[in-house]
């Protein structure tokens, strides 16, 4: 097996391409080595000292290691990691976890205008975010602000804040006179 690496523009997170699909559908943050117990995977990975996140898309996983910790020192180990779940036949979620389909569900009098922006997140943003190895997703709509989610790469990312202002609050602005502004929240 050949394992590919790529970096980010998130000097703390790196891209790995096992070469095979990761999620048939959607994506699966872990934010901690907690949240990583419903991951096999995940949980291989986290047991690699200095990780301090991972992220799971169609065909990357990301991870995200602590400051202080360089990438020299425990990227063999994520490799060796990533390599040793694939060679095991286990699957990459448990049983009783999903990935996750992304954006937040928003009914009412602004549903027009939210199919209108998951739309265009699904169909501009989101496939070039994944390039970087992270994923941005609809988290909520009021009085013309979006709130967007940033995943995996993208969380704590020096250039996140630039790529929401510039990037996604001008398209949404172009094609969607509604909305004003972008904003991002934590979940």
Not at 110 to 137: F, M, N
Not at 164 to 184: A, D, F, Q, S, W
Request: overall charge negative; charged content about 20%.
């Amino acid at each position: 097996m050949f394992i590919q690496t790529e970096s980010t523009p998130n000097p703390a997170t790196l891209k790995f391409l096992p070469g095979q699909t990761v999620l048939e559908a959607g994506t699966a943050d872990f934010p901690s080595a907690d949240a990583a117990e419903k991951s096999p995977l995940a949980a291989r990975i986290f047991a690699v000292s200095g990780v301090t996140g991972v992220f799971f898309g169609n065909d990357f996983v990301t991870v995200t290691k602590a400051e202080g910790v360089e990438w020299d020192h425990i990227k063999p180990a994520i490799l060796g990691a990533v390599m040793e779940h694939y060679q095991s036949g286990q699957p990459v979620m448990g049983a009783d976890a999903q990935a996750a389909s992304g954006h937040a569900e928003h009914s009412g009098e602004d549903a027009e205008v939210v199919t209108q922006i998951k739309a265009l997140l699904d169909s501009r943003v989101r496939p070039a975010v994944a390039q970087d190895g992270g994923d941005i997703t609809f988290h909520g709509f009021d009085r013309g602000v979006v709130y967007l989610h940033m995943q995996g790469a993208c969380a704590g990312c020096p250039s996140s804040t630039l790529t929401l202002k510039m990037g996604i609050e001008n398209l949404l602005r172009h094609y969607i006179p509604e909305v004003t502004e972008v904003r991002p929240v934590a979940v």
